[in-house]
């Protein structure tokens, strides 16, 4: 059993605290947050201890759950490190990228397990298709939501691309080459609305546009290869696959398959449509019960933090671009 404390108890933070009292293998030692009437608030719905500080917490655990504003995120975690704790930090890891590599040198220092919370790569319309063959050349994402003022502490880029950002990362096994990129601030005093052009080294491209200030929520992506596409629905949780018939992807049962017919009679092409079957997974458990077993068990970590500082990097360099283009 791992002993686990939370660092912040903010609308996200009070989901982990739940979560994690839902898994057997945790034990909730306790969680911090600076707002009092917060704490209390918490203390006595979850029946879990309070502590005053932070440091008196982390003392106590052996894995720390830091679920604050990103602009605290170096500090607590980068404590935890020289204390040789293991710990889980929430997107993004940190405000900066120099910030990002000074944790690396503090984790490889420590021996410890440093996983970040990119929940999108557990989302069970990315889950559906993992097993299968992708090979990107376009990537093209989407994501929208309502206005809320929470997380307006930092751009949109920071706030809601970066969960695509790491998604792409992840997909294209090829270095960033070339970005572009524009974005405008509406409401508050970064940008709210922004579009950026990702080409790699390997000549894929991705195309991903994102706004805190829609009238609708909207998260999907899609994959384009030659042998077809991949749509993911992250908010619906599902995928569909549309590959050309005899393609070099292959799926399961494919005489189950709806087909459609495209082009003459002459050069004819039958196109397979395919809905993959999504684990009924709580995303945010999932991570956190993978961040259990890499600290027990040794297992494999998903989401690196090498993995959360390239999405940071990216990050910083779209929003220079914004920032130029502004001037």
């Known amino acids: 059993m791992v002993k686990v404390g939370v660092i912040g108890a903010g609308h996200l933070g009070k989901i982990h605290i739940r979560v994690i009292q839902e898994i057997p293998e945790f034990e909730l030692v306790g969680f911090f947050d600076p707002d009092m009437k917060r704490s209390d608030e918490i203390s ?3 029946a879990v201890k309070a502590y005053p500080d932070a440091e008196s917490l982390i003392h106590d655990c052996e894995a720390i759950d830091i679920v604050t504003p990103t602009t605290f995120h170096f500090g607590y975690a980068a404590y935890c490190l020289r204390q040789q704790k293991h710990i889980f930090i929430e997107k993004p890891a940190t405000s900066t990228a120099e910030e990002g590599k000074d944790l690396i040198r503090l984790a490889e220092e420590a021996k410890v397990v440093v996983q970040i919370g990119h929940v999108e790569r557990f989302n069970p319309a990315m889950l559906s298709v ?6 990107p050349m376009f990537i093209e994402c989407h994501r929208l939501a309502q206005w809320n003022p929470r997380g307006t502490d930092v751009s949109v880029v920071q706030d809601l691309m970066i969960h695509d950002l790491d998604l792409v990362h992840s997909l294209v096994k090829s270095p960033l080459k070339r970005i572009s990129a524009s974005g405008v601030a509406v409401l508050s005093d970064t940008p709210d609305i922004a579009n950026a052009r990702l080409e790699f080294a390997n000549g894929s491209v991705a195309n991903l546009t994102t706004s805190r200030i829609s009238i609708k929520n909207m998260r999907k992506m899609r994959i384009f290869q030659p042998s077809g596409y991949v749509s993911l629905d992250f908010l619906d949780k599902k995928a569909d696959i549309f590959i050309l018939e005899d393609g070099k992807m292959q799926i399961p049962n494919p005489e189950n398959a709806m087909k459609v017919e495209f082009g003459t009679d002459s050069n004819k ?4 449509v395919f809905s993959p079957e999504a684990p009924a997974v709580n995303a945010i458990k999932m991570e956190l019960e993978e961040f259990r077993k890499s600290v027990e068990d040794g297992a494999p970590i998903r989401v690196t933090l090498q993995d959360g500082v390239a999405a940071v990097e990216t ?5 220079e671009k914004i920032q130029g283009a502004m001037k």
């Open 44 to 46: 006595r719905e979850f």
């Open 130 to 135: 993992q097993q299968y063959e992708l090979n």
């Open 315 to 319: 990050a910083a360099a779209i929003i």
């Open 269 to 272: 092409k039958n196109l397979l």
